[in-house]
């Protein structure tokens, strides 16, 4: 079981993560790419600047794929890489590769994966428009009072319910 | 004194061009008055910040995300996270 986890300045090539995955034991391979859209929310984009907070983020993205490998509770290679700065339209953002034996299991985590990392890496963009205003895009707070329940009960330190607002 | 350093992400990015901001406050304090104590740093050098970005944001340490009644090692660097959005 391998847990592959990098940031990178600008943006992801496909073989930054295909690379990464190199079992002869594993007949799956699931690869799922997020690029930069032309237009979010009706607004046409030329660019977003991704920022980050490197060391909890790689803390959280390991917990993640850890979770995600007690979730489908086999053997799974996992790599992910998320960019930093500023990438343009198309640019990949984010790479994510699961391979295990099974093509289902594949598939479950790499969901997984993807659906936490939105909700939970301390990760931000900054969209640019083509009438040149810029804006910060509306997240996910951590400091968030219901959390969805996924997996099995069994999944490893999810307790993200911390209490953490004034509104509190 | 207790100095807290505090690192900014995202859209505290648009009240400042610093990379943190430092507190000066008394011993043990807790992550409720830290952020009190941010709101009233950036009302203090007239920057418009919005309560509701702070009452948003979770703080944290390098690796794990405070609650709010945590008390702050004196002298802690720390992170402060409006809501997020990767991927």
Redesign the interface.
Known sequence: MEIFIDFKDGKIEYDDICSKMNNAEHGGQNYFF?AVRKVNLGRQVTAIH????E???R?ITEQICKEAMALINCDADIAVI?SYNKLKVGNI??GIAVSTKHRDESYTASRYI?EE??????????EFYVDGETE????????QHKKKNKGPDNILNKD?Q??????? | MNNIEVRLFGAFRNFTSEESITLHMEDNQTVAHIKEAILHHFKNNKQPIDIKLIEESALSTDKAILSLNDVVENNSKLAILPPVCGG
Not at chain 1, 50 to 53: E, G, P, R
Not at chain 1, 118 to 126: D, L, N, S, T, V
């Open positions: 997020g991704y920022d980050l907070f060391p909890l983020a803390t998320h953002s984010i993807i990392i939105k909700e939970r890496a301390p990760i931000w963009k900054k910060w895009v509306q997240g996910h707070a951590l400091c993200q911390k209490q953490n607002c004034f509104h509190d």
